[in-house]
C-alpha cells in the first residue's frame, strides 16, 4: 500500500491551507505597479520585503543600476543550492478602456485573480514567497541552501535583473526553478533563440510621379524581409534528449490552436514554431514625403531560432538571404541563444514527481518559443526549468489574470520540488514516465 511521505504531506496541506494566503499576496503584489518600461520595481520589492519579513525570512535588495532593484532571499546552508526566480516587472497595461476591469485592481473574482501581471508572473512570485515561508519552517531537513530571488528587467531583456545577479551576487547555483507562466500542467526544458537584426535599404531618391528614375530603399528592405521568411520553411530536429518534450510541446500547441480557434496553415505552422525559424517585422521606417522615392529605409527584424542552430549560424543565413538584395544591409543588434536543460537533469525531475502527486497528473516537459531568464542560468552552467501557475496565453494581453487553482498548486508544487531535490534527491525520469 503506498504511503505519502512527510514533504508530500506537507506539500499538499501547504496547498491547501495557504490559499487565502497566496490569493492574497498574488493581489497585493499586482496592485503594487511595475510596469516596463520604465522599469520601477520598488513598490513590488517593499510588499515581498514586509511580508518575508513579517514571516521571519531576511531579504537583500541589490540595485543593478538605474534603479532595476533585485530582491534575494535565503534558507538552509551549503550545497546543493537551489535558486527559486520570479520576476517583478510586467508589460505595460496600455489603454485601460481596452479592459473589462482596472489593470492594476488585483481583484479576486469567480476563481480568479486578475490584473496585469498575475499570469506573468507575479502569480509565479507570490507561489514562491509562500513557498520559502512554508520550507523555512522545516528548514532543519534542507540538505542544502534556498535561494528566492525576485527579479527586475526580465520583460526588457533581464541585463539589469536575473543576468546581473548571476554576474554579481549568486555563486554558482546547482539548480534553479523559475517561476514564468506554465498553467501549472507542464514544465518548460528549453527555448528558442533570438536573433534582433536591422537591415538598412539605401536607394536613389527621385519625383513620385517618375519612381522609375529612383530607387525606392522601402521597396529594397521589403524584398529583403521576404527572402528571410524563407527560412520559416526550414524544419531543424531537436536534440535527441528532447525528442519527447517536442513531441508534448506539439500536442500542447495543437491545443492552444484549438482553444483560439486557429485552423489551417496557420495551426500548422503554430504547431511546429519550436522546431523552426520565425521572422516578424516589428518596425519599418523610410521616407519623408509621399511624393518621393525614399533613399533610406530601416526595419527591426526579430528571427527567432530554434535549439540545434547558433546565433552566428543564423545571423550569417539572414544576412546572405537579405544582401541578395542589392542596397540592403544586415546587422546583428540583438541575441540569444538556443538553451535547454535535459530533462533527466535531477531538478526537471523533482519538478515532473512534484507536479504529478500534487495535481494527481501531468502534462510533462515541453519547449519555449519565446526566451527567458533561464537563459542566464544555463549559460552559466544551471540545470534550469520552468514551472509557474500563470497561463501563458493570459500573458500581455487584456484582461490578465490567474485561477486560483493553478496558484494554489503551485505552492505546493514548489514545497515538493524543493524538498526532493535537497533531501532525497531525485528520482529517474525513466522511472516516472
Request: charged letters at 25%; proline letters at 5%; one cysteine or more.
Amino acid at each position: 500500500m503506498y504511503s505519502m511521505s512527510w514533504a508530500e504531506e506537507l506539500a499538499l496541506k501547504a496547498s491547501r491551507e495557504r490559499e487565502a494566503e497566496v490569493v492574497e499576496l498574488c493581489s497585493n503584489l499586482i496592485k503594487a505597479r511595475s510596469e516596463n518600461p520604465p522599469g520601477d520595481v520598488s513598490a513590488v520589492v517593499e510588499v515581498l520585503r514586509k511580508w518575508l519579513g513579517d514571516r521571519g525570512i531576511d531579504s537583500e535588495v541589490h540595485d543593478a543600476g538605474e534603479g532595476r532593484l533585485n530582491l534575494v532571499s535565503r534558507i538552509g546552508s551549503g550545497r546543493p543550492l537551489l535558486v527559486m526566480n520570479s520576476h517583478m516587472d510586467v508589460v505595460p497595461a496600455g489603454d485601460p478602456s481596452g479592459w473589462s476591469f482596472p489593470p492594476f485592481c488585483g481583484d479576486v473574482k469567480d476563481g480568479k485573480v486578475l490584473g496585469r501581471g498575475a499570469a506573468d508572473t507575479k502569480s509565479g512570485l507570490a507561489a514562491m514567497a509562500v513557498a520559502l515561508d512554508v520550507l523555512s519552517d522545516v528548514e532543519e531537513k534542507l540538505r542544502g541552501t534556498i535561494v528566492f530571488t525576485a527579479v527586475a528587467d526580465e520583460e526588457v531583456g533581464g541585463e539589469r535583473g536575473t543576468g546581473w545577479l548571476v554576474r554579481n551576487v549568486l555563486p554558482r547555483a546547482d539548480a534553479c526553478i523559475i517561476g514564468e507562466p506554465t498553467g501549472a500542467t507542464h514544465a518548460v526544458v528549453g527555448e528558442k533563440g533570438i536573433c534582433g537584426l536591422d537591415l538598412l535599404g539605401a536607394g536613389r531618391t527621385a519625383h513620385g510621379s517618375t519612381p522609375m528614375l529612383g530607387k525606392n530603399a522601402v521597396e529594397l528592405v521589403f524584398e529583403a524581409v521576404e527572402r528571410v521568411k524563407e527560412l520559416q520553411s526550414r524544419l531543424v530536429p531537436p536534440p535527441s534528449a528532447l525528442e519527447e518534450a517536442y513531441e508534448n510541446t506539439r500536442r500542447f500547441l495543437r491545443e492552444t490552436a484549438g482553444k483560439l480557434g486557429i485552423t489551417g496553415l496557420d495551426a500548422e505552422r503554430l504547431e511546429r514554431v519550436c522546431e523552426t525559424y520565425t521572422v516578424n517585422l516589428g518596425i519599418i521606417e523610410g521616407g519623408f514625403k509621399r511624393n518621393v522615392v525614399p533613399d533610406r529605409c530601416r526595419a527591426e527584424l526579430d528571427v527567432r531560432v530554434p535549439i540545434g542552430v547558433s546565433v552566428e549560424e543564423a545571423f550569417q543565413e539572414v544576412k546572405k538571404l537579405a544582401e541578395a538584395v542589392e542596397g540592403v544591409t544586415c546587422k546583428l543588434v540583438a541575441r540569444s541563444e538556443p538553451n535547454y536543460t535535459p530533462p533527466s537533469e535531477q531538478i526537471c525531475v523533482a519538478v515532473y514527481e512534484a507536479a504529478s502527486k500534487v495535481l494527481g497528473r501531468f502534462g510533462g516537459f515541453i519547449v519555449y518559443s519565446g526566451a527567458t531568464d533561464a537563459r542566464f542560468l544555463r549559460a552559466a552552467g544551471t540545470p534550469t526549468v520552468i514551472y509557474g501557475p500563470g497561463d501563458h496565453l493570459k500573458a500581455h494581453v487584456q484582461d490578465e489574470y490567474v485561477e486560483v487553482w493553478r496558484l494554489r498548486a503551485s505552492v505546493g508544487v514548489y514545497v515538493l520540488a524543493s524538498l526532493t531535490y535537497l533531501t532525497r534527491g531525485a528520482v529517474s525520469y525513466t522511472h516516472l514516465t
